[in-house]
């Protein structure tokens, strides 16, 4: 909320130096000399596209209030935002973590399992937490997970992910059903 409201105020702030009086007086024209002028100040190209998406969101609210009749921003697109590659252990480092001894305790069992599922089968920590016993299935070496949107897929799970869950299973014999991960 204070980002947009931040990038509501740099741009009201520009175009009254643009001796505009009122968002009604606002063109398109105004909003492309202010992306530039973020451009000229070497703002991101991530910020100028959270930026434009606050102009926009206001915008929208203008023509739902019936403020404004035509929508200026509409047709204007956001800058393309780079991907960053994620940083990432090497085979070796994350060898070195998996190949911890086995677990003398609940909590070791439970932070070696939690890492060897985020490595063998890239699931999301907000994935991770829901998993729940019903979803796993020992059988095909699988788990049943719930994504984003409430999408659910299927990841396999390798023998040694499966003996580092049973091994977390047997330190936490009162897990019967529910979630997998507790508080």
């Known amino acids: 909320l ?5 990038d509501l105020n740099d741009f009201i702030l520009f175009i009254e130096k643009e001796s505009v009086q009122s968002l009604i007086d606002v063109k398109k ?3 492309h000399q202010f992306l530039y002028y973020l451009s000229l100040k070497k703002h991101g190209e991530s910020t100028v596209a959270r930026k434009l998406a606050s102009i926009k969101s206001l ?3 203008l023509i739902r209030k019936k403020i404004l009749k035509n929508n200026i921003v509409k047709s204007i697109s956001s800058p393309k935002i780079d ?3 994620p940083i990432f252990l090497t085979q070796d480092k994350m ?5 911890l001894p086995n677990a003398s305790n609940f909590k070791e069992s439970r932070n070696i399992l939690i890492l060897e599922l985020f490595y063998s089968t890239g699931v999301r920590i907000s994935e991770l937490i829901k998993i729940k016993l019903e979803d796993i299935n020992y059988e095909n070496n699988s788990i049943n997970i719930l994504g984003k949107g409430n ?3 299927l990841v396999i799970i390798g023998n040694y992910a499966k ?3 049973l091994d977390f299973l047997n330190y936490h014999k009162d897990i019967k059903t529910g979630y997998l991960f507790r508080n």
Request: a positive charge; proline letters at 0%; aromatic letters at 12%.
């Open 2 to 6: 204070r980002a947009y409201t931040k």
């Open 95 to 99: 060898s070195l973590l998996l190949d």
């Open 163 to 165: 003996k580092r869950l």
């Open 151 to 153: 999408k659910q897929r």
């Open 83 to 85: 991907k960053k590659l």
């Open 29 to 31: 024209q105004h909003i």
């Open 59 to 61: 915008f929208n609210f």
